[in-house]
């Protein structure tokens, strides 16, 4: 695997991902022989953020606030209800499928649950290549070859290449995935919570390799996950979100040393600490945040 070229947008000083104004509504039915829409959940509700080659966003917030969806939109997993998302210059919410098949390339996906989302009746090697396969790259030889090196590269034996996922650990199923995601050689990979179904001593193990080979490939992050702690340790900047919004946005220093939203603040004071005095303050803390919260809402 190789460093991606430069993109069009960052040779312009663009951003590789600029996102504007997205929203994905989910209709609410109801009745049984008249399906009828009553109302939406709204779970983007007009957001916008950029991302640039080499760079990381960390998209935090707590479950069900839209973190997760608002990713799926990016890489049109899910269809947008409204909105921009512009990749490297190009339009991907009205782009034609044949089109948005070749930008795919480009953009790939860790998902969250190691467990699932490897298919168990499939060896390793056909996993990790099969990016390549279903996008005609190489022949044979060539496929084997260049899975037996993505696994070199998140730190696996080679000749795993004809074992199957129930033999590795949620870690190691966790680097696999991550190999799957660098075979086309892409410029943003979306991170769906990719360590929070993992023990703490193998994430830090996941996060230092993400950070290795955003190094070594620049490679740029949309990085989800609902640990504040986790996102401050990989990413460049930080956009909170809450019931679909951005509430907050700015450098990972900035957001975790001096949050300015109270939904930020309630985040910071749930992230544990070694020392139980602090915690009773932030337990403290907490309640009463809840409390304004509850006011608000």
């Known amino acids: 695997m190789s460093e991606p070229a430069p993109s069009a947008a960052s040779r312009n000083g663009e951003p590789l991902l600029a996102v504007t104004g997205l929203k994905k509504y989910f209709p609410i ?11 939406y959940v709204r779970a983007v509700d007009d957001v916008s953020f950029e991302v640039r080659q080499g760079e990381t966003l960390g998209l935090v917030g707590e479950s069900g ?14 269809k947008p209800t409204a909105g921009s998302v512009r990749f490297d210059g190009e339009e991907l919410t009205t782009m034609p499928r044949n089109a948005l098949r070749r930008m795919r390339r480009e953009m790939q996906i860790v ?19 099969e990016p390549l396969l279903v996008h005609k790259i190489g022949d044979r030889k060539r496929r084997r070859r260049t899975v037996e090196e993505l696994l070199e590269v998140v730190g696996f034996n080679p000749d795993f290449v004809n074992r199957y996922p129930h033999e590795f ?9 991550v190999a799957r995601a660098l075979a086309l050689n892409p410029r943003l990979i979306v991170c769906d919570e990719p360590v929070s179904a993992l023990d703490v001593s193998i994430q830090a193990q996941i996060l230092n390799l993400l950070k290795d080979l955003q190094k070594a490939f620049g490679l740029a992050y949309l990085f989800i996950a609902h640990d504040l ?3 401050r340790e990989m990413s460049d900047k930080i956009a909170v979100m809450n019931h679909g919004k951005i ?3 700015g450098s990972a220093d900035e957001v975790y040393t001096n949050p300015r939203h109270e939904y930020t603040k309630a985040l910071l004071a749930s992230v544990p600490v070694p020392d139980p005095l602090k915690m009773r303050e932030r337990k403290a803390e907490r309640r009463k945040l809840k409390h304004v919260l509850a006011e608000a809402l």
């Open 29 to 39: 039915k109801e009745g049984l022989l008249i399906d009828r829409t009553v109302d």
């Open 247 to 249: 509430v907050e946005m």
């Open 169 to 177: 650990s949620g870690g190691q199923r966790q680097r696999i995935g």
């Open 111 to 129: 998902f969250q649950d190691p467990y699932a989302s490897l298919n168990p009746r499939m060896t390793i090697g056909d996993i990790v290549g």
């Open 229 to 231: 702690a986790v996102v």
């Open 65 to 78: 606030s839209g973190k997760s969806t608002t990713g799926y939109c990016v890489l049109r997993l899910l």
